[in-house]
Nanobody
Framework: QVQLVESGGGLVQPGGSLRLSCVAS????????MAWHRQAPGKQRELVAT???????NYVDSAKGRFTISRDNAKNTVYLQMSSLKPEDTGVYYCNANQMLLQRAYWGQGTQVTVSS
């Protein structure tokens, strides 16, 4: 059974920081590309950051310079370090595991991030 379990969300003031974690089980984590997506209230889910199995990273423009995605294959965990948070970063953050050759994709249940004073 595949599970992706996110944690680390919460309420933070503008300018603050949070680190999200996503622990994967039931998959060969090291061969999966991992990503963080977010969904703001009333909006479509959007891709925030990706990290390949080889640890190459990519970010949506609004996250560049503020967010860092990383992975620890020994712990089957992907992280999203978020700093200089803005109210527009508010939303539910979802972890995604994707393996194109195997045509497999999995999602976590999401963790709420609220940036507000």
């Amino acid at each position: 059974q595949v599970q992706l379990v996110e944690s680390g969300g919460g309420l933070v003031q503008p300018g603050g920081s949070l680190r999200l974690s996503c622990v994967a089980s039931g998959i060969a984590f090291g061969i999966y590309a991992m990503a963080w997506h977010r969904q703001a209230p009333g909006k479509q889910r959007e891709l925030v950051a990706t990290i390949t199995s080889g640890s190459s990273t990519n970010y949506v423009d609004s996250a560049k310079g503020r967010f860092t995605i990383s992975r620890d294959n020994a712990k089957n965990t992907v992280y999203l370090q978020m700093s200089s948070l803005k109210p527009e970063d508010t939303g539910v953050y979802y972890c995604n595991a994707n393996q194109m050759l195997l045509q497999r994709a999995y999602w976590g249940q999401g963790t709420q991030v609220t940036v507000s004073s």
